[in-house]
């Protein structure tokens, strides 16, 4: 039993490290369009400049890192984590994780699309105008995928708390 509160505490100590970095991630798509709004100001758009470039090739390494923290974290929640659920906790607690655990494929679709966004502006392919309202679109996306991020891990903080509370009352 010391064993699954060990790792149930490990896991909750993995969510507040991947919530510090996509919080960081949203800060860095900001930082992006920022950098692009700036540049226009100054002497008008063009794509490809350096500055809009390293942002977006920083942004394309942090959502690699996110991803692959994620699918690290899902898989230990997907395995280990249910394991301890149907060994330890009730048909209730097992349900709300199974629900929660559907919650994953979305995340991990919404970062591939993230990725992807991400590739498609540093391809230089697109218009000044489409590339202005992709950035925007980005940064809403990453925006929206942290708080949807924020709210699931949310959620899982109170059923692992409601499963080790239970083991450490047995």
């Known amino acids: 039993m010391e064993k699954d509160l060990a790792l149930i505490e490990e896991i909750i100590g993995e969510h507040k490290t991947i919530m510090q970095g996509v919080q960081n ?42 991803d692959q923290g994620l699918q690290a974290h899902f898989s230990r929640e997907e395995t280990a984590l249910l394991s301890v659920f149907k060994k330890h906790g009730n048909k209730e607690l097992v349900s709300a994780l199974r629900s929660l655990l559907l919650e994953h494929d979305d995340l991990r679709n919404r970062l591939t699309h993230s990725k992807k966004h991400v590739a498609e502006l540093l391809s230089g392919g697109l218009s000044r105008h489409r590339w202005e309202a992709s950035a925007h679109d980005m940064r809403a996306h990453i925006s929206h995928t942290r708080k949807l991020l924020e709210a699931h891990a949310g959620i899982e903080w109170e059923l692992f708390h409601k499963l080790q509370t239970e083991l450490m009352n047995a």
């Open 25 to 66: 991630l949203e800060q860095v798509a900001s930082d992006t369009e920022a950098i692009a709004s700036l540049e226009e100001a100054k002497e008008g758009f063009m794509p490809g400049r350096l500055g809009q470039e390293q942002s977006l090739q920083k942004l394309q390494e942090a959502l690699e890192t996110i």
